[in-house]
């Protein structure tokens, strides 16, 4: 390691923001296996079922090469089926899809218009495109609609993409999502929808906050299986044309070696559990507003109405000290500090899952409440 890579080490400590992996413990309020689908009987018997049918664990090259598995081709159909879409594509995960999305679909002389709060996989990818970029204030579809006029009036002349998530994965509150495909339209633009932390649990049968703008020529979603559906992957839902585009120019989609054929028969299953399994969906429902209602009562703090429940504590040293604390209380949750989030915004990070039921809850939010009068702003 050389100086310049000891110094930022030790930057960041001095900070409060050095990262280290830790190992799982205590209860679960920090996954985001918001169904419990991650260990489920349901997916480990699905998964046992297609290992004895002979599906394979790698792919063993590229979906361009010998690596396009039936599964792959399966899973794709049965997804753009139950999402609502023309066309669909696995990938391996939710970053590298987002990257590849953003990299290849806008061409120079368009517009990306993103949402500050967006995905850093959305932001990496536009940094890789050719296309000029925009911030517009979160969840602000006027905002999005001045940076498109400021950028034609300065001699604009291609295609804008305004890039939301659904619902946001730091602070649990939804995408005006009407207000945005209005703007989009009335700049003949397209709508990128990033349903990650939605997926699974929210829309009907789990099929997104946007489901009903799904299959629509200038709408793109991408739904993630890492998440509510408990698996690994991403799937890009787009029309049939840019989804041949993405397989022609895409470069994280042409040299990588195909997702396991295997986790696609996982997603198939999974996908179908969430349709077949609405309770899972309604339990998790009234979990959220019961840890809602005890956060206000008991905490002073104003519930997200998701299953993403931040509490801002603004200092990152305080934001670790009370996730330290609730650590050793026997819960397992996260500090999350900038520059994941905005500066002076560090924060718990709550995710409400069926990991966990109301009694736990309760006992977290009695610990949270007691450390916060220990540890004052």
């Not at 480990?44 to 004895?52: F, G, K, R």
């Not at 850093?120 to 579809?141: F, L, P, Q, T």
């Not at 495909?181 to 789990?206: C, K, N, S």
């Not at 009370?322 to 026997?330: F, K, T, Y």
Request: charged share 25%.
């Amino acid at each position: 390691m050389s100086d310049s890579h000891e110094r930022a080490l030790k930057a960041l400590e001095r900070r409060g923001r050095l990262r280290e992996l830790s190992p799982r413990s205590g209860i679960d309020f920090s996954s985001n296996d918001y169904l419990g689908l991650a260990t489920s009987p349901e997916l480990t018997e699905a998964v046992a079922h297609a290992l004895a049918r002979g599906v394979a664990i790698g792919a063993g090259g590229s979906r361009l090469l010998r690596g396009n598995d039936p599964e792959h081709e399966e899973l794709e159909a049965d997804a753009q089926d139950f999402f609502g879409a023309e066309s669909c594509l696995y990938f391996g995960g939710g970053f590298v899809a987002n990257y590849a999305l953003f990299s290849t679909l806008p061409q120079r002389g368009d517009l990306v218009v993103h949402d500050e709060l967006i995905h850093a996989s959305v932001i990496d990818g536009m940094r890789a495109s050719k296309a000029a970029i925009a911030s517009a204030r979160h969840n602000d579809a006027q905002s999005f609609e001045d940076a498109i006029a400021a950028w034609r009036a300065a001699g604009g002349t291609g295609q804008p993409w305004l890039a939301v998530e659904s619902l946001y994965s730091m602070d649990g509150d939804r995408a005006p999502l009407g207000a945005l495909i209005e703007v989009a339209r009335r700049h003949d633009g397209m709508l990128v929808v990033d349903e990650a932390h939605a997926t699974g649990v929210l829309g009907p049968d789990g099929r997104g906050l946007a489901h009903a703008l799904e299959g629509a020529p200038d709408v793109v979603s991408l739904h993630t299986c890492g998440k509510a559906l408990g698996v690994s992957g991403a799937l890009l839902l787009t029309s049939r044309g840019l989804r041949d585009f993405l397989v022609n120019r895409a470069r994280p989609f042409i040299y990588a070696t195909a997702p396991s054929p295997l986790m696609a028969a996982a997603v198939r299953a999974s996908l179908r559990l969430v349709r077949d399994a609405p309770e899972r969906r309604e339990r998790l429902a009234k979990l959220v507003d019961f840890a809602g209602r005890a956060l206000n009562e008991r905490c002073g703090i104003a519930p997200s109405g998701s299953h993403i429940q931040p509490v801002i504590l603004g200092a990152d040293e305080r934001a670790v000290a009370i996730a330290r604390a609730l650590v050793a209380e026997g819960f397992d949750v996260r500090a999350v500090r900038p520059p994941t989030v905005p500066e002076g915004t560090a924060r718990l990070r709550v995710s409400l899952t069926l990991n966990a039921g109301e009694d736990a809850t309760t006992r977290l939010i009695d610990t949270l409440a007691a450390i916060l009068q220990r540890v004052p702003a």
